[in-house]
Nanobody, 122 residues
Framework: QVQLVESGGGLVQAGGSLRLSCAAS????????MGWFRQTPGKERDFVAV????????YYADSVKGRFTISRDNAKNTMYLQMNNLKSEDTAVYYC???????????????WGQGTQVTVSS
C-alpha cells in the first residue's frame, strides 16, 4: 500500500503561481511512477503530468506544457507540481497518483490521494 497526501492548493489570481506537493508513505516511493491529474465537476479526471520513478522522464498535457513542471525527491518521498502562469481553466481538484507503469491514463495508476483544490480567479 502507498498512502498519498496532496497539499499546496488554494486560490490564486490568473498569471500567478502555486506549487503542489504529494507526500507518500508506505511502500517504496522510488519504485513508482507518479502522476498529477485534475478534475472539474461533471467531467472526467484528466491527465496533467507524469514522471518516471527516477525522475528522468516526464510527460505533460499540451494544455500545461511550458507552464507546469513536475519533479520528485525520492529522498523525501515527495512529488511536486510547480504551476506558473495559471489560467482560469486550470481551476480543478488536483490529484496525485502512483503506479507501476509510466502512463498518461489514470486507470493504470494504483494509488490516489484525496485531492487538493486549485482555484484561479480571472
Amino acid at each position: 500500500q502507498v498512502q498519498l497526501v496532496e497539499s499546496g492548493g488554494g486560490l490564486v489570481q490568473a498569471g500567478g503561481s502555486l506549487r503542489l506537493s504529494c507526500a507518500a508513505s508506505g511502500r517504496t516511493f522510488s519504485a513508482y511512477a507518479m502522476g498529477w491529474f485534475r478534475q472539474t465537476p461533471g467531467k472526467e479526471r484528466d491527465f496533467v503530468a507524469v514522471i518516471s520513478w527516477s525522475g528522468g522522464s516526464t510527460y505533460y498535457a499540451d494544455s500545461v506544457k511550458g507552464r507546469f513542471t513536475i519533479s520528485r525527491d525520492n529522498a523525501k518521498n515527495t512529488m511536486y507540481l510547480q504551476m506558473n502562469n495559471l489560467k482560469s481553466e486550470d481551476t480543478a481538484v488536483y490529484y496525485c497518483a502512483a503506479g507501476r507503469q509510466l502512463r498518461t491514463t489514470g486507470g493504470t495508476y494504483d494509488y490516489w490521494g484525496q485531492g487538493t483544490q486549485v482555484t484561479v480567479s480571472s
